[in-house]
């Protein structure tokens, strides 16, 4: 998801990083063929292998040139294939001479490690005690594949959807599992009001160019589309954003090589036309808020995809938005999710951001991967004050769990060091002293239930403090142990619920 790119910032950034004052024949190189459209990555960041099996083959294709075994088209259906084209990602032609082309690459590789360090083990962690455990089985089929989660604390029921499409209800109270329908493809929204169900479904969860999801209202028997053809969306928001009675819906269409961030406006027919915020692949999260004090809700969004980045989007007026971009990644980070807080309690919203998507061209464990705290000026200016490495993180919720005055984090790992700390799949860091940065790490250690995917937090029980629950994918996207993934799917463990022993 994260190494589908436009590569050319690849060389731009290696130019950069060269500090000798004549350009040498490959820096001269990366001047005349390379533009820059993200943050070039740290060469240092990949190791060799990863550089000349996955990346550069990559880069080389959107060059123009094709790599045995490599080509983008290769096993696409012909329909797809078009689709690719069309995105104009791959020239038809070579855009740079062979010969610069290997010189390039020789360049690359000399200058990548043989491997990466991981430093996981500089953190001290603890089994987990702040919260009480409790798997929750919500059917007989093994394994689970629940790709959306809410927990609902006004009906006391914790809501779910699955890569095949099932929407359902667990009560907490009754213990009783409820089918609310199907939904034919992967979940990754659901809006339950009064007697009717918004869903947003993805389509074709696996990287492709066809738009195939939708979003959908489902009344009684009847069944209203209210936007096809969405890109791989992945998070759906609804909101009276320019509070005239009537609701909008927006969607991040997460995409692949392309991709957008979604606005659907009602007409005066009540239909719902479409207009395109930000046409960027890999838009993953958006969070309303108004972030100038202007009176008018702005989005932040994350954008996890080529040039990971979080942009502010301030409304303006007749729902037209002024894009700022105010945090940027390398495009090696794999950004996955972020929370919108005021962590140092001064009165503006900070930005806690998770990396760690695993699930492309590079899987190995990254040293950079983990969660990192943006502190806000005041003007919206962020800038990093503090990181917490953690192989493969892809979730964040930001809580005062422990009611203390201070923000606590709880973190989920899909893609966690698997040789050496497979039960980092999910850590709780309680916060010890905001100032200093101090937290206390623990770990859930049992590593046989299901691999976490996805979490949810709310007083479940009604005791007074917010407790925890988590949701397990065992569809194995990516590699992981041979034993885990057999355990996993032969778990009967959909769901597990974190009670906070606080109360």
Request: proline share 5%; with cysteine.
């Amino acid at each position: 998801m994260n190494l589908k790119l436009c590569f050319y910032g690849f060389l731009l950034g290696v130019f950069f990083s060269c500090n000798t004052k004549k350009p040498s024949r490959e820096q001269a190189l990366f001047t005349s063929y390379c533009a820059s459209c993200h943050i070039a990555p740290d060469i240092a960041s990949l190791p060799k292998d990863i550089w000349k099996n996955e990346v550069l083959p990559e880069m080389g294709a959107r060059m123009g040139i094709k790599t045995a075994g490599k080509h983008p088209y290769y096993k696409l259906p012909f329909h797809e294939q078009i689709a690719v084209i069309k995105t104009g990602t791959y020239p038809s032609i070579p855009i740079i001479p062979l010969e610069d082309w290997k010189l390039l690459q020789e360049y690359i590789i000399n200058l990548a490690p043989d491997s990466l360090i991981n430093n996981n083990e500089i953190i001290e962690s603890k089994p987990l005690t702040t919260f009480n455990t409790t798997p929750i089985r919500l059917d007989s089929i093994k394994g689970s594949l629940i790709t959306y989660l809410n927990i609902d604390t006004k009906e006391g029921n914790i809501v779910t959807g699955t890569r095949n499409g099932e929407l359902n209800s667990y009560n907490l109270d009754k213990k009783s599992y409820t089918s609310l329908g199907n939904f034919n493809s992967a979940i990754i929204n659901v809006r339950l009001l009064h007697d009717s169900i918004y869903v947003t479904n993805m389509g074709k969860m696996d990287p492709n160019e066809i738009p195939r999801g939708e979003t959908v209202l489902r009344k009684g028997s009847e069944t209203a589309i209210l936007q096809d053809s969405l890109h791989r969306p992945v998070h759906t928001l609804y909101l009276d954003l320019d509070k005239n009675g009537s609701e909008e819906i927006v969607i991040c269409e997460f995409g692949d090589l392309r991709g957008q961030l979604t606005l659907l406006k009602k007409n005066e027919f009540g239909f719902y036309e479409k207009q395109v915020l930000l046409a960027l692949p890999g838009a993953l999260r958006v969070i309303p808020k108004d972030m100038n004090n202007d009176g008018k809700e702005d989005l932040v969004v994350l954008f996890a995809q080529g040039d990971e980045s979080v942009y502010i989007l301030y409304q303006q007026e007749n729902l037209k938005f002024e894009a700022e971009k105010v945090l940027r990644f390398s495009p090696v980070y794999g950004s996955s999710w972020f929370e919108l807080v005021d962590y140092n309690n001064d009165g503006y919203d900070d930005i806690i951001t998770v990396n760690g998507d695993n699930a492309d061209k590079s899987f190995v464990n990254k040293p950079y991967h983990g969660m990192r705290i943006h502190l806000n000026d005041g003007h919206n200016n962020f800038k990093e004050t503090y990181f917490h490495p953690l192989n493969g993180a892809t979730r964040i919720i930001a809580n005062d769990f422990d009611q203390d005055g201070d923000m606590d984090f709880a973190l989920l790992a899909t893609f966690p060091d698997f040789d050496n700390h497979p039960d980092y799949n999910f850590v709780y860091l309680e916060n010890k002293d905001s100032e200093s940065y101090n937290f206390s790490q623990e770990h859930f250690n049992n590593t046989q239930l299901g691999r976490w995917f996805l979490m949810d937090a709310g007083d479940i029980d009604g005791d007074g403090d917010d407790d925890i629950v988590l949701s397990a994918l065992s569809f194995s996207f990516t590699p992981v142990p041979k034993h885990l993934e057999e355990t996993w799917n032969e778990s009967y463990t959909d769901l597990l619920i974190l009670e906070n022993t606080l109360h």
